[in-house]
């Protein structure tokens, strides 16, 4: 072997063969390819550092470092999220790591558009408390009102006590950090009716010792003048009066602003209900020798930390009418943890929502929209809408139902939810 030359003996895991082979082709070209894999990357990074291969680190770092945010996978950012602390806050590795919060934010900034996807949920449930911590007290953060991040929290929360269930110190860490995400919630911001449902019915509210304080603040504020809340949110300390005002970050959209009881904006989703659902349900009711309701819901839609359904009930007619039967259509609510399904809610529990239902009838090519003509009052496990809503003519001439269905034979049904609280 050539003067001032050295073996290097590594020890890895068969995991990590592929990473030490890069690491190793890195080091000696001092670079590593354009298109090299970011998650291979940061293997090779990682087993760099541990061998003290500074050029190999760097090449991986610079390498990372030029990588756009958004573009990142978001396996290769919770990977970054999850690296030993040592690292994580280490001279070679923090720049790398704040690309995975900026991706984390890209995400999560906007949490109601979030919280609509299935895959961002899960995506949410997997990051750790750190980043949650810090993108929660983030100031570009922006939610329809905080309700949302109510929701957003708690699901977390219980996303993480499943996994820890049989993990005693894992319980007890993540008590402590429960208590954290909850102290820094702004209750005051929160809708009221929101707050009694959730203030009364939840666990996770009732097990803090400072709940009663919470629950006496927000209480104080949805009281006070709009000069005396200008004074409780300047305040030293109390950020819980301060209202998000997140700013999106570029490339980011919002159906909502942010609003103490909901956004003007609104937010519309559009439900399906499969023909043959509908029809066994009539079937049903008929063959109860028209006695008993048969209802049909649709799938949920998350906005303002309420999940929101359209329900179809097939029932008997009023009394004197000529018709066997009554669809009725409406809106009714809940409020739903991911991964925990309904709260359990009072029947004193209520809100307030400004709301149409339409139909779309597919022979003249148009919507047929039915409001409810201001805000009305909807309590928990009931639903408010309009009887006979397809009219009373499809009861006798089934054939008429097909104008308001799509070609796939499913019933179509939008609703605009104009504003909540």
Known sequence: MASGSHTLSLTVSEEELPAAKAMLVAAYANSVPKDADPDQLLATMVLADRYQLRVCVEACRSHLLGLDPKALAWGTALALLRLPAGLRE?????????????RVLHSFANLDEAWTSRASRAQWASLPAEAVTRLLGCGQLAAASENVVYVVVASWLAAQLKQCATDPAGLSQLQGVAAGLLSDLRFPHMSGNFLA????HH???AG??????WLLE???????????????????????????????PDGCSSSSSSSSSGSSS????????????????I???RASNCSEAYYLLTGGHFYNGFTWRLKLTVKPPDPGSPHDMNIHVGLCWGIELEGEGPLPLGDAAMVQVDFDIATWDFLLHEEDPTSSEGPVIIKA?????????FGPEVYADSSLWAKFMTDKQQLLLSCHLYSCC
């Open 90 to 102: 280490g001279e070679a590795f923090a720049a790398v790591v704040e690309k995975a919060h900026e």
């Open 203 to 205: 666990g996770l509210l």
């Open 197 to 200: 449902a959730v203030g009364a």
């Open 381 to 389: 496990g009931t639903c408010w809408g309009w009887d006979d809503f």
């Open 266 to 281: 609104g937010s519309a989703f559009t439900s399906y209900i499969a023909a043959a659902d509908l029809q066994q349900a």
């Open 283 to 285: 079937s049903k009711y």
């Open 208 to 213: 803090q010792p400072e709940v009663a304080r």
């Open 218 to 248: 927000a209480m104080q504020w949805g009281r006070a003048a709009d000069a005396q809340r200008k004074e409780m949110a300047a305040c030293a300390g109390h950020t819980r009066f301060q209202q998000r005002v997140g700013q999106l």
